[in-house]
């Protein structure tokens, strides 16, 4: 579903001119905010709820902007696309950080104060192995020194599964959440509705990658 692009990102580039790259901010600003909502809320339950929910939420969107930022740029003469060309890395990593603040906010809790929820299941638990083991994948094979260390091919495949896992988490989880008995949120049908354009779009970008005879397919 989803393949690597031999330029995924020319390297980790400053922010502001601080040092601080993109994905630590995005992941402390996460980090910050889903804390703000558990103490909002006095770390009960419903503050537990929103608080991881915030993440989630947040890192489906750095998720998708990550999936389409190659494409956008290849498909496009859009001139924000050479300085946005330059960060596809970190927009990668910037996704693995947020996702990891999710799993914390999901998993940690539960020590806080003491309290335990009964919410921390097996299932829960085993999600969040299969999430940041995916998200280590990801966060490994986007970095400088993957492609030599595992070669081309190897790379490509390790981000294509683990992109295709996560664009299915949220796919699935969208459409869960429009057709089963849930409360009603519109951001769930946001997000697939997101998801499907970013699987549009890369479906467009190989097949005019194809089209030009490009020989590198490019993908996230």
């Not at 980790?12 to 910050?32: D, R, Y």
């Amino acid at each position: 579903m989803f393949a690597v692009d031999n330029h995924i990102g020319a390297g980790s580039q400053p922010v502001f001119n601080i040092k601080i790259p993109l994905a630590g901010l995005v992941g402390l600003g996460t980090a910050l905010a889903a804390l703000a909502v558990m103490a909002r809320h006095g770390f009960d339950d419903t503050g537990i709820r929103l608080g991881s929910e915030l993440p989630w939420r947040f890192a489906s969107l750095v998720f998708f902007l990550a999936a389409v930022a190659g494409p956008i740029c290849r498909l496009t003469p859009l001139a924000i696309c050479r300085s946005l060309n330059g960060l596809r890395r970190q927009l990668i990593w910037s996704f693995c950080a947020s996702y990891a603040v999710f799993l914390g906010a999901l998993l940690l809790p539960n020590t806080l104060g003491g309290v335990t929820h009964e919410d921390a299941t097996a299932g829960m638990v085993l999600f969040a192995l299969f999430g940041g083991c995916a998200a280590g994948v990801m966060a490994y094979a986007a970095g400088r020194d993957a492609k030599a260390r595992l070669g081309d091919k190897v790379r490509r495949a390790l981000l294509c599964v683990a992109a295709s896992f996560f664009w299915l988490t949220y796919a699935l989880t969208g459409l869960a959440h429009i057709s089963g008995p849930h409360r009603p949120d519109g951001f769930y049908g946001v997000s697939l509705s997101l998801m499907i354009v970013a699987l549009l779009l890369r479906f467009a970008d190989r097949f005019v990658a194809k089209f030009r005879g490009t020989l590198a397919i490019p993908a996230l």
